[in-house]
């Protein structure tokens, strides 16, 4: 199957500063990235959409400005975390979908914890 | 507002038995639908796709697709205790980008 990549697998932050996770497709091109969102026993949330090239679409009630992404190539795509806050502190996945199949493929997620 | 549901469960079978799992959809216009599995602490792992009406096997696992009825279903044969995880029912609706998943069923395999 195919292989999504994620860096870091957990970070520790103070409160007000960025974090920055990286998202990469390694054995294909994925034409649309995904962001989620899970909080302990809950479901997963959507919270942005991106293509490449272009700007990403945000689900509502998500900050676009709060929550900054960047699909800068077919394999990379970028969330920053801006001025993050101990209610940020989440697990952070990222899905890629190739342009052939509507599969969605998960990166191992990123558990971010805001002190 | 398109759904995808999903009894929480948790679903208990003992190992070796079969785990029965399903999916309802809302969008009758659906095309592709799939199943997740997700350990607790990880992140959603594909299991299965399924595209038609019918049966696809893979392994000990079986997806059920009745666009007729919306449903979906996942059979897990000889269920093993490392089965225990959420089952996720996803759904990609026509015009859409983004999966819409249920919420998921828990699973738990007895030894």
């Known amino acids: 199957g195919a292989v999504v990549s994620q860096h870091p697998s957990w970070v520790i932050c103070k409160s007000g500063t960025s974090v920055k996770i990286e998202c990469r497709s390694l054995?294909?091109?994925?034409?649309?990235m995904f962001w989620y969102r899970q909080f302990p026993k809950q479901s997963l949330m959507l919270m942005a959409t991106?293509?490449?090239?272009?700007?990403?679409?945000?689900e509502q009630g998500v900050e676009k400005d709060k929550f900054l992404i960047n699909h800068a190539s077919l394999t990379l795509s970028t969330l920053t975390v801006t001025s993050a806050h101990p209610e940020d502190s989440s697990f952070y996945i990222c899905?890629?979908?190739?342009?052939?199949?509507?599969?969605?493929?998960f990166g191992p997620g990123t558990r971010l914890t805001v002190t | 507002q398109k759904e995808v549901e999903q009894n929480s469960g948790p679903l208990s079978v003992p190992e070796g038995a079969i785990a029965s799992l399903n999916c309802t959809y809302s969008?009758?216009?659906?095309?592709?639908f799939f199943w997740y599995r997700q350990y607790s602490g990880k992140s959603p792992e594909l299991i299965m796709s399924?595209?038609?009406?019918g049966d696809k096997e893979d392994g000990r696992f079986t997806a059920q697709l009745n666009k007729a009825s919306q449903y979906v279903s996942l059979l897990i044969r000889d269920s093993q205790p490392s089965d225990s995880a959420t089952y996720l029912c996803?759904?990609?609706?026509?015009?859409?980008?983004?999966?819409?998943f249920g919420k998921g069923t828990t699973l738990s395999v007895s030894s």
């Open positions: 399924i595209y038609s009406n």
């Open positions: 054995d294909f091109q994925a034409t649309t």
């Open positions: 991106s293509n490449e090239g272009s700007k990403a679409t945000y």
């Open positions: 996803a759904v990609n609706p026509p015009a859409g980008t983004a999966l819409i």
């Open positions: 899905s890629a979908r190739s342009g052939f199949t509507y599969e969605q493929y």
């Open positions: 969008d009758r216009g659906s095309q592709s």
